[in-house]
């Protein structure tokens, strides 16, 4: 927000050069791998102090103190959008004030300043334009955004840093899952948890993921797709999947874990309960139990990299459990009216549509 005219103009400029350069991308077999772009947005802020004077610049390799808060003891955030290519060529995202708002609550968890959904926004924005020619072409994908929170700041003892650095690289990206549109096969993890009582499960605490890698890489070594941890204080209720919300429905009633603590508040959860309330269903958040989700007639994943992906089996103690495919499916009604938002073939009653402005940043 801040050097609006300064780096509005050298944007411009870059965007001359570049609008004619074509990407070397194979968009077809695109999947959600790391493909580096040209820029990336930086922003620092002193312990006590405010963001500001935000600005773009060659992506690249960051430098560190060894002594980084960051690095010793995880005071990090990341967060995760996609930014889109319609086919009239407008640019969009998809609710970007979710992200900045949930960034804020997790920074004040994590004893960090964080910027103001304003400067967010701006600054995904700056980032998409400057790295425009990698979004892939409409129906292609999208470009993946991730916004990072770290205390770049050094301290020898545990403290919060003296310094913070608010990064956004992006990457264009495709399916997050090998398995494409087909449905997903989970593994109930029953050994390893994800997230604890009055932990930091319901933030994108940086934290969160490593503990996960083991389980996770087990579950895919075996060749399922992904995991469903459970609740560490029982072990009897469904928690989520390594990066995406799980639905369970039955004889056409929808429910989902609660949001209280343990559980990340996925912006296409809340997005896909609303849509299925208009749709007129019933959707309970409440403590689901790993029986029910045996016994349902239809599971489902969500979240931004994965958007909204079936779940054709569960494995759990040994029993695999599967679930009927078919055209009338409850997902499939409520995908196709959150993509039909996004690709702007459904009116956006509810505002969730950002369009960024292409002639002037
Ligand atoms: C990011 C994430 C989600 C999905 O959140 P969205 O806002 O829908 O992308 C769900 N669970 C976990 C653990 C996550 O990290």
């Known amino acids: 927000m801040a050097p609006a ?21 194979d968009w077809e077999n695109l999947g959600f791998g790391l493909t580096p772009t040209d820029y990336m947005y930086i922003m620092k802020c002193n312990k006590g102090d405010e963001f500001s004077e935000g600005h773009i610049v060659p992506y ?25 290519r319609r086919e009239d060529g407008k640019l969009i995202l998809f609710r970007p004030d979710q992200n900045a708002s949930r960034l804020q609550i997790g920074a004040e968890r994590m004893c960090m300043p ?21 979004i892939p072409p409409s129906g292609k994908g999208s470009l993946y955004i991730r916004p990072l929170l770290i205390g770049t700041g050094s301290s020898l003892g545990i403290s919060p840093a003296p310094e913070y650095t608010f990064i956004i690289y992006a990457s ?3 399916k997050y899952f090998k398995e494409g549109s087909a449905p997903l096969s989970l593994y109930v993890e029953d050994e390893f948890d994800r997230a604890s009582r009055g932990g930091v499960g ?10 996960a890698l083991r389980p996770l890489t087990r579950a895919k070594s075996r060749g399922f797709s992904d995991v469903l941890f459970l609740d560490s204080v029982t072990g009897k209720y469904i928690e989520e999947a390594s990066a995406a919300n799980v639905f369970v429905v039955k004889d056409k009633k929808i429910c989902t874990a609660p949001t209280k603590g343990t559980i990340l508040p996925g912006v296409t959860r809340s997005s896909i309960i609303e849509i299925a309330r208009d749709h007129g269903y019933e959707v309970e958040e409440r403590m689901v139990e790993i029986q029910e989700l ?23 103690q040994g029993k695999r459990v599967e679930y009927e495919a078919g055209d009338n499916l409850v997902y499939k009604k409520l ?5 039909g938002i996004q690709k702007g073939e ?13 002639s002037s940043s």
Not at 5 to 25: F, G, P
Not at 335 to 339: A, G, K, P, Q, V
Not at 349 to 358: A, P, R, Y
Request: charged share 20%; aromatic share 8%.
């Open 202 to 211: 319901c933030v994108k605490s940086i934290t969160n993921y490593g503990q």
């Open 5 to 25: 005219i300064s780096s509005s103009t050298t944007l411009h400029s870059r965007e001359e050069a570049k609008e004619m350069e074509q990407v070397e991308i």
């Open 172 to 174: 264009p990206v495709n």
């Open 114 to 134: 964080s910027p103001s959904v304003n400067q967010f926004i701006d600054a995904v924005k700056e980032t998409v334009l400057a790295n425009k020619r990698w």
């Open 60 to 84: 690249g390799n960051i430098e560190l103190s060894p002594a980084s808060v960051v690095l010793n003891y995880g005071q990090g955030l990341f967060e995760g959008l996609k930014a889109y």
């Open 346 to 358: 459904i009116e956006d009653k509810k505002g969730w549509i950002v369009e960024i402005n292409q």
């Open 294 to 316: 045996l016994s349902a007639d239809e599971a489902f994943c969500t979240g931004t990299a994965v958007v909204v992906a079936p779940i054709g089996s569960v494995t759990y």
């Open 335 to 339: 995908l196709s009216t959150y993509t």
